[in-house]
């Protein structure tokens, strides 16, 4: 079995999410933090766009943080907004930059000179289960069709994503087939400049599926725009009953991919402090409940030092991973 390990506190965590054992309680409204600029690596649309947004959402209105603002900045894999905070460390102890599995795939493969370890770490928050999806007016319906389409014809089969070659919407895709029996190498691969370009794309029908986040695909399944095929979880997420797990057609792979959020570098511990608060009191809110449920997220609560040995693990198991395909 294929599976991308999230280390046990996280899968504690998930579990507990999973089952509903904590349900939502009043924050009571008492306001941790004046005001949050959440800075987004990618484009609009994107995993990282839909996680600042939605987090921005739960703490504004739970009052736990007087207004939030938002700023994309595509570039380079993420590599342009993380050098901008490092570069503009003393200006930016407002600011908390989202990020995701991909800062550390980037970083092992040289995409960008820093790691997480040139940031401070505030907290994992979230992971979201990656999906495979094809237009609305596809004749693929599901991950045997895909992988006979692909045994038919692999260059007519392009698969795209939201990152760059190696980058984590390649790796799950290479990971899916090799589950499956075929070449992880020999998967056409698109890179698309974020989610958002790269659902564009499919919806135009330049790629003949997309591997991305399942919280991007799930609005626009819902609304019949697109089709998941299948989802890298071990059980049906709620948020899309009807969309199939990878494990449920024979393909013996999961995956989740975390996100969080991280400060400037030198970030004061009394501002550090209040960020991991208000995100700590978040998760009793019925306003992160509503966002998280639509979204189809599982809560994944990884402050500071638990933060870091939880990406050190990630560090570990990605790049023997990625060796292992050969991206290494």
Do not use: C
């Amino acid at each position: 079995m294929t599976t991308l390990k999230l280390g046990r506190r996280a899968l504690m965590a998930a579990a507990v999410a999973a089952l509903g054992f904590a349900g939502p309680v009043s924050a009571g409204g008492h306001q941790v933090v004046e005001s949050i600029h959440f800075l987004i690596p990618g484009g609009a649309g994107g995993g990282w766009d839909g996680t600042a947004r939605g987090t921005g959402e739960a703490l504004t209105n739970a009052g736990l943080v007087g207004s939030a603002s938002y700023e994309n900045m595509s570039g380079g894999g993420g590599g342009k907004a993380i050098g901008y905070l490092i570069e503009n460390a003393d200006s930016n102890h407002g600011t908390l930059m989202v990020n995701s599995t991909p800062i550390v795939i980037r970083s092992l493969t040289g995409v960008f000179p820093h790691n997480f370890r040139d940031l401070t770490l505030v907290s994992g928050t979230i992971g979201d289960y990656a999906a495979m999806v094809v237009g609305k007016d596809s004749p693929i319906n599901n991950m045997a069709d895909l992988i006979a389409a692909y045994e038919a014809d692999p260059s007519a089969t392009a698969i795209g994503g939201g990152s760059v070659p190696g980058g984590m919407d390649h790796l799950v895709a290479a990971m899916v087939m090799e589950a499956a029996g075929k070449d992880a190498l020999g998967v056409k691969y698109i890179p698309y400049d974020a989610g958002g370009k790269a659902m564009a794309a499919l919806l135009s029908g330049e790629i003949a599926a997309l591997s991305t986040g399942f919280s991007e695909a799930v609005d626009l399944a819902n609304a019949g725009e697109v089709k998941i095929i299948g989802v890298t979880s071990a059980e049906r997420v709620p948020a899309a009953p009807d969309a199939m797990t990878m494990m449920e057609q024979g393909i013996d792979t999961t995956f989740v991919n975390w996100r969080g959020f991280f400060g400037a570098p030198g970030l004061p511990a009394d501002k550090l402090a209040m960020y991991q608060d208000a995100i700590a009191k978040m998760y009793e809110t019925p306003e992160w409940e509503e966002v998280r449920a639509r979204n189809g997220w599982v809560n994944i609560h990884n402050p500071g030092d638990d933060f870091k040995a939880f990406l050190e693990d990630q560090e570990q198991v990605i790049g023997d991973l990625m060796k292992k395909l050969g991206f290494l």
